[in-house]
């Protein structure tokens, strides 16, 4: 099948935000490829980064139009830099012009992985080449609910673990960060910036000597309570607390769920960071791009409350 339009390019279709991005774009009737690794879905294509074969096809499957712009979405491992430049300039030798990237908020342009495509992008668009932006977001509500280390240890042990400390995060939902971004792609005017995605309110992993002693009615009762263990304790009707591990032993945890070491020592370092304020902070991004203010925490919360209850045996 091949497509007669200018089409967008979504990386990484599948996953948390790339199939959000795909199902937003769908619903407004604008085209555009879902590119994976199995190329599953009516507008599916094959790509894989370590492959450059595949990068082809989603070139090949737009006959007599463009790829205009494109979301990028890096492998999860920490070598990706040399491999994502050189597929912007792939991309822009066949007439693509705008490029949006997947950051962190931890990443500074210029700094560690994603850093360096982000300063990579600012200079091209410094120089008139391309239209670019750069998505911060901060981490996602649905790691808890879609992250097996974290299901698992919410539903089997009532324990979250972190090495966050008491660190505050404006945990920022999939489907926003999915809106900012189908804004940033679909936009008459390019945006030639980079947005820190941030939810509504600072929540704490929260401690485990906070809670010890706290009847479920002072959860309850408390509105002043904004820790996220305290909130999944209200949801679920039972006590969530908090394991804070060190550094090293965060990364090992990774690694016993199958995470390369490198993206495992990557992620439990700027998980430590939050201890010492890198994430307390919110600001207007998502209402000012979208119109809609982003979702918090608890609502989410509550529409996935099943995936942590414990399992019944038959």
Known sequence: MTIQESHLLVLGGTGTVGSRIAAQLASSSIPALVASRSGTGDNGVIFDWDDRETWYNPYEKVDKGDIKAVYLIAPPRVDSVSVMMDFIDFARERRTRRFVLQSASAIEPGGPAMGKVHAYLRELGTRGEVDWAVLRPTWFQQNLAEQENHVRSIRDESKIYSA???????????????????????????????????????????????????????????????????????????????????????????????????????????????????????????????????????????????????????
Request: hydrophobic share 45%; net charge neutral; proline share 6%.
């Open 164 to 314: 966050a400390g008491d660190g505050k995060i404006p945990w920022v939902s999939a489907d926003d960060i999915a809106s900012v971004a189908v804004q940033m792609l679909t936009s008459q005017s390019p945006s030639n910036t980079d947005l820190l995605v941030l939810g509504p309110e600072l929540l704490a992993y929260e401690d485990v000597s906070f809670l010890i002693g706290i009847s479920m009615f002072q959860i309850l009762a408390d509105k002043r309570l904004k820790k996220l263990a305290a909130i999944l304790s209200e949801i679920l009707g039972r006590k969530i607390v908090h394991v804070e591990l060190s550094t090293a032993a965060a990364s090992k945890r990774h690694q016993s769920y199958g995470m390369p070491e490198p993206y495992a020592n990557m992620l439990s370092s700027m998980d430590t960071s939050i201890k010492f304020g890198a994430e307390n902070r919110t600001n207007d991004v998502v209402l000012s791009i979208t119109g809609v203010p982003p979702k918090p925490f608890r609502e989410y919360a509550k529409s996935v409350k099943s995936v942590w209850e414990p399992l019944t045996v038959a």
